[in-house]
């Protein structure tokens, strides 16, 4: 059985920040990431919530169950992830009631918190500090429904959780990255450019070895574009390489206001079966490029 490392949230839990912002000041945003996988029954959730005192809300949800899927796109209010329709708790539940579909979802922490913010990896927007930005797999549990089909949910996952200055347009001109479990290790990193000129790469691996870090990551890329495989290098110099094996479905996020003129970021996310020297695992892949045509 794969280890728990803690038994609360710690920096995963913290709390929505109450701001009252400058009319001039950039978007604060505080979000939030839950997404699941239980590949024995074909069942993954995804649940992003973003609130902000200053800039766009969204909470999105995507389910499904044998490649039956939902969606669900609603605004929280500024200082909340909960809408009308899902109930996020920062403790590790998440409850959705949607129209044909419903979730209810724990959990739990398991291996270690991978702390972006100390290894300065995010760019900073202006002036401004940079996000706090933290990451932790999981194990999920609970259950699942859609339609009548209504599934026992076990499985991991992995938790996100960032706040700060933020405005994904303004930062990034192309990104890629993703989470991925294993039975017994967890790996999650993140490879952009920004400004034109800047390429950063960063994350976490953390197997039967310990906890390491990413210092560079390489993609091959399918037909399409999407991901077929990645390798990368750790802090000591050793090198990890993995295959995407198969595909699940996918769906397009969104990070920036309604309607807007001007540049956009344009986020694709899919679900992966993945291949490599820590065994199968799966996990989410999302791919991000600024879109300047107008």
Request: charged share 25%.
């Amino acid at each position: 059985m794969t280890k728990l490392a803690a038994t609360e949230w710690g920096a995963l839990a913290t709390a929505i920040h109450h701001l009252d912002p400058d009319p001039t000041d950039p978007p604060w945003k505080d979000n939030c990431w839950f997404v699941g996988w239980d590949a024995d029954r074909s069942a993954y959730v995804l649940i992003h919530a973003s609130t902000s005192p200053n800039g766009p809300t969204r909470t999105r949800v995507h389910v499904e169950i044998d490649r039956r899927e939902r969606d669900l796109v609603e605004e929280p209010p500024g200082d909340d992830f909960s809408t009308a329709h899902v109930a996020v708790d920062l403790a590790g539940r998440v409850r959705v009631d949607g129209p044909d579909f419903t979730v209810d979802l724990h959990f739990i922490p398991r291996l270690s918190a991978f702390n972006y913010t100390a290894i300065d990896l995010i760019p900073a927007l202006g002036d401004r500090p940079p996000l706090d930005h933290w990451q932790q797999s999981a194990r999920v549990y609970g259950m699942v429904r859609i339609g009548n089909e209504e599934v026992a949910f076990d499985g991991l996952g992995f938790r996100d959780r960032t706040w700060g200055w933020r405005d994904e347009a303004a930062q990034f001109d192309e990104y890629h990255g993703g989470c991925v479990t294993f039975p017994d290790a967890a790996l999650t990193l993140i490879k952009f450019g920004a400004s034109g000129t800047r390429v950063g790469v960063g994350g976490f691996l953390e197997d039967s070895e310990g906890l390491r870090q990413v210092i560079d990551c390489e993609v091959d890329r399918n037909s399409a574009g999407l991901l077929a495989g990645i390798g990368i290098t750790l802090n000591d110099a050793s090198h990890r390489s993995y295959d995407v094996e198969s595909t699940g479905s996918g769906l397009w996020m969104h990070f920036g206001p309604t309607r807007r003129r001007g540049p956009a970021l344009a986020s694709y996310e899919e679900f992966l079966r993945f291949a490599g020297p820590d065994g199968i695992g799966y996990g989410v892949w999302e791919h991000g490029q600024l879109r300047r045509l107008c």
